[in-house]
Every structure is written in C-alpha cells, then in structure tokens.
C-alpha cells in the first residue's frame, strides 16, 4: 500500500471518529475523559496527523458505545 493510500485511511478514520463523536454531542474534552486518551492526540487523529493503534481505537469505541467496526462503516 503506497503512503497516499495510507495517509488517506487515516483522514477517513479521523473524520469519521469526529463525526460519531459530534452525533453524541461529546467535545473533544468530554471523550478523553471518558476515554483516558490525552485530548490532544484526540485532535490528532481527528485531524489525520496520527495513525491511532488497535488499543486506542477499542478505547474510543468504548467511550462512545459503539463497535470499533462502526468507525469502519460509512453511514
């Protein structure tokens, strides 16, 4: 997989944890609290800057009630 291919996967996962995170009317302080996930790095991967890892990942669906497979699904 080439680096655009992969920077591009992590844009979509950034905005679409953004936007579940908005559908639950939580600000990017209220789900690292939940989440214990420094706001900062939530701001990262919202915005595309980190690839977050599979144990970030199943914090944030946890925080948001969600299954890590709906970060995958476009709705």
Excluded: C, H, W, Y
Aim: proline fraction near 3%; avoid cysteine; charged fraction near 30%.
């Amino acid at each position: 997989m080439d680096a655009v291919r992969q920077q591009d996967i992590i844009m979509q996962f950034g905005k679409r944890l953004k936007t579940i995170r908005m559908e639950k009317n939580l600000s990017t302080r209220q789900l690292s609290d939940i989440a214990e996930i420094d706001p900062g790095n939530i701001n990262e991967i919202e915005n595309g800057k980190i690839n977050p890892g599979l144990i970030t990942i199943a914090r944030l669906a946890e925080a948001l009630e969600i299954e890590i497979s709906d970060f995958f699904t476009i709705k």
